[in-house]
């Protein structure tokens, strides 16, 4: 235990560090990231922290992490990262290091700044940490790998990986199930898991499981007003032109907020600057249409728990604990096992 302790007072120096960031540090990072990568604003770079900070709690951390048997023999573990919103890798960074294993990290070109910057905090208050974390071009001859893309990409993660062990993560997406007695308050913070990081997570809800009867209109106006800078984020603002366009051409039924489009769709994943939705008239009706999409299911929001699912209350998408693993593979357990 002797190295998880060190470990855990080296992530504490973190969380710390994260809280008390210098404004002109931050600004930097913030002006890097967002140079680098136009989606990464300083709004989503602070919130991406934000989230980072609350997962480095260090008490809950220390009970989470000391369920786990950490290995004296480190590991190599590639860990192929995606860059859609930023700082996306950062629970596999976590967790590979706290299972006293060694990070290669293959960082994606659209998120490259912060886990570097991350990283250096860590090397300078523990130096150990410069033989521990390596971010790399390329992957090879690791004791595992973890890797993170497209549901094509994965195809050929499952091939070149088929002989070491290894968590290979798909598309997956977040949706919402409305039951009709929302209060606008609920359905601002819907917006939240909509609209944070332009959509652009596996977290963000992408669909609205709507009981029969109930008209999108509802949700678009308690929006009205909340969320309408988003129309002036220029790349946002293109998508959504063009799938209005789209909409238009195909004359779908739609419904048009100024920059968000609703359509009717089976389908739970949905363009950048659209939503889709379906009816739903019954539970076991709810019940069949989750166990239909549960393979693209990242997780649940909903204004009230409901024995069908476990969700998160709405507004909270984007706050996982420590333990929610992406795709519900426990990745230390994977970690600690090797």
């Not at 290995?71 to 995606?82: F, L, N, P, T």
């Amino acid at each position: 235990m002797k190295g998880l302790y060190t470990d855990l007072q080296t992530f504490a120096h973190l969380h710390n560090y994260l809280q008390k960031i210098d404004s002109e540090e931050l600004n930097d990072w913030i002006y890097r990231a967002e140079a680098n990568n136009p989606w990464f604003t300083a709004e989503n770079v602070k919130s991406a922290l934000t989230g980072i900070i609350e997962l480095l709690e260090p008490q809950r951390l220390e009970i989470f992490f000391s369920n786990y048997k950490i290995s004296s023999e480190a590991k190599k573990v590639g860990v192929i990262m995606a860059g859609n919103i930023p700082a996306v890798g950062f629970h596999d960074f976590l967790c590979v290091l706290l299972s006293g294993n060694i990070l290669y990290a293959k960082l994606s070109a659209e998120d490259n700044v912060l886990l570097k910057k991350i990283a250096q905090i860590l090397i300078d208050y523990n130096a150990s940490y410069q033989e521990r974390i390596f971010f790399v071009d390329q992957l090879k001859n690791m004791d595992a790998y973890i890797a993170t893309g497209s549901d094509n990409t994965a195809k050929h993660f499952e091939y070149y990986f088929r002989n070491t062990p290894n968590i290979i993560r798909k598309n997956r997406t977040s949706v919402a199930v409305i039951h009709g007695d929302e209060t606008t308050e609920e359905l601002i913070a819907l917006g939240e898991d909509v609209f944070q990081y332009f959509g652009l997570g596996c977290r963000n809800v992408s669909h609205l499981y709507l009981p029969a009867g109930y008209s999108p209109v509802t949700i678009l106006s308690a929006w009205e007003g909340r969320f309408n800078e988003m129309r002036h984020h220029h790349k946002f603002s293109n998508n959504y032109e063009y799938n209005k366009a789209v909409l238009l051409i195909d004359q779908v039924p739609h419904f048009d907020s100024g920059y968000i489009l609703l359509k009717e769709s089976e389908s739970i994943f949905s363009h950048i600057a659209t939503l889709t939705y379906s009816f739903y008239s019954s539970q076991e009706e709810l019940a069949q249409l989750f166990e239909k999409n549960i393979d693209q299911l990242q997780c649940v929001v909903s204004a009230r728990q409901n024995k069908l699912y476990n969700s998160f209350s709405f507004g909270e998408a984007q706050h996982p604990a420590v333990s929610d693993f992406a795709d519900g593979v426990d990745t230390m357990a994977f970690l600690t096992a090797l």
